[in-house]
């Protein structure tokens, strides 16, 4: 009489090949048969990507992902509360063994702040210390590696970070190989910030870059005629204070880099930039600009404000000026809905998103429905959804309005 089979004896080999005709979730149900079943799970063709989520109740997990995933994955994310310390300690752990990983070709570092917090003060001799020890030096090792070379780093808009980004590009073994480079930021003082400059020389390596995010403060004409060179598809700008000696950006070096870049998409993003909204349409965009996103992150302030300042409202001029134009998003300022419409109209069908989060109603209440089907004309669809407005006089009104 034969014996049931033992289906814990199989072959490593046979049991890789049955994982490969399942989907994930049933291969990660097959593998819990046995031990044996489970141990051949682990192998860089059915695992490609982690993310650790850096947190005191998340330390069994984590220390799994660790012991068994983190030698065999090709993309890696790690968030973290960066005003944490413990945490802090916990992804500098992590950073540490994913730097000593033959694999790894992308990495995302995301803290959940601006603020990177350390034992000594900010910006102080022992904080840098710490952040050069802790941070960077695990970083330049996966950057100087040959074989395999990294591909991707993201450094989660930290603005300690970011200030050693030439030390991690003239560190790169392979430039040639990088195809995602974020080093854009969020400045904890967007009025008061140390400038970390990249020379041209380091980008012009980066044969295969196609996504790049950089602060304003970063780019010149310089940079700009050495990124046309590149293969870009993205670029991310970000807009803080402005600083009194920084140049600008020429609108011939705009319009040499569209020219030699015609796909490329620009992202402005304004954070915090109180000047910046100031002289946008005066100083930063132009027309060759191709601009295509257009976002600002603020706290709640009337824009209205700044038109007292300028006498074109600054965003319906850089509605005129980027032809380009497809997605702006508003939040944290009370806009005057005349400004909208006549934002819908420059750009017409080619906006594929304007959203905005604060309306100054100056019309009458009942003058709401026809101001939103004079806009809906222009967009395909509209949506209008009440939102909890910010302490405001009793004459404002505040609605949300998302069109696409």
């Known amino acids: 009489m034969c014996s049931s089979p033992n289906w814990g004896q199989l072959p490593a080999l046979a049991i890789t090949n049955v994982f490969q005709h399942l989907d994930h979730p049933d291969r990660l149900n097959a593998s819990t048969v046995c031990w044996h079943w489970r141990s051949v799970i682990f192998q860089p063709r059915f695992f490609k990507r982690i993310q650790f989520d850096v947190a005191r109740e998340q330390n069994k997990k984590n220390s799994f992902f660790l012991q068994k995933l983190a030698h065999i994955v090709s993309e890696a994310k790690v968030t973290f509360d960066s005003c944490n310390l413990y945490d802090v300690e916990l992804t500098a752990e992590i950073l540490y063994k994913l730097s000593k990983s033959a694999r790894l070709l992308r990495l995302s570092i995301l803290p959940k702040y601006a603020t990177l917090v350390t034992p000594g003060r900010f910006y102080s001799e022992e904080e840098w210390n710490y952040i050069l020890k802790l941070f960077v030096q695990p970083l330049i090792a996966l950057l100087s590696r040959k074989n395999p070379p990294l591909r991707a780093l993201d450094l989660g808009c930290s603005e300690i970070l970011a200030l050693h980004a030439s030390d991690f590009l003239t560190l790169t073994a392979k430039p040639q190989h990088l195809e995602r480079l974020a080093f854009a930021t969020v400045k904890q003082d967007p009025g008061h910030y140390p400038l970390g400059l990249i020379e041209p020389p380091l980008l012009e390596k980066c044969t295969a870059l196609r996504v790049l995010s950089l602060d304003?403060?970063?780019?010149?004409?310089?940079?700009?005629?050495?990124?046309?060179?590149?293969?870009?598809?993205?670029?991310?700008?970000?807009?803080?204070?402005?600083?009194?000696?920084?140049?600008?950006?020429?609108?011939?070096?705009?319009?040499?880099?569209?020219?030699?870049?015609?796909?490329?998409?620009?992202?402005?993003?304004?954070?915090?930039?109180?000047?910046?909204?100031?002289?946008l349409h005066t100083h930063i965009l132009r027309p060759s600009m191709p601009l295509t996103h257009l976002k600002r992150i603020e706290e709640y302030r009337n824009i209205m404000e700044l038109v007292m300042h300028t006498e074109q409202d600054p965003l319906v001029m850089m509605a005129w000026r980027c032809k380009k134009l497809q997605e702006l998003i508003v939040h944290g300022y009370v806009l005057d809905p005349h400004n909208v419409v006549g934002v819908a109209r420059l750009r017409g069908r080619e906006l594929q998103v304007l959203e905005v989060s604060g309306i100054h109603l100056s019309i009458p209440s009942v003058m709401v429905s026809p101001f939103i089907e004079r806009i809906s004309k222009t967009f395909s669809s509209t949506i209008l959804n009440n939102v909890p407005p910010p302490e405001t006089k009793n004459e404002e009104e505040e609605y949300a309005l998302q069109f696409q």
């Open 216 to 279: 304003y403060d970063s780019l010149c004409d310089e940079v700009l005629q050495t990124l046309q060179l590149l293969p870009l598809r993205q670029l991310i700008v970000h807009v803080h204070g402005i600083d009194e000696d920084h140049f600008g950006l020429s609108e011939e070096a705009w319009a040499s880099f569209r020219n030699k870049n015609p796909e490329t998409e620009l992202h402005l993003t304004l954070v915090c930039a109180y000047e910046a909204v100031e002289i």
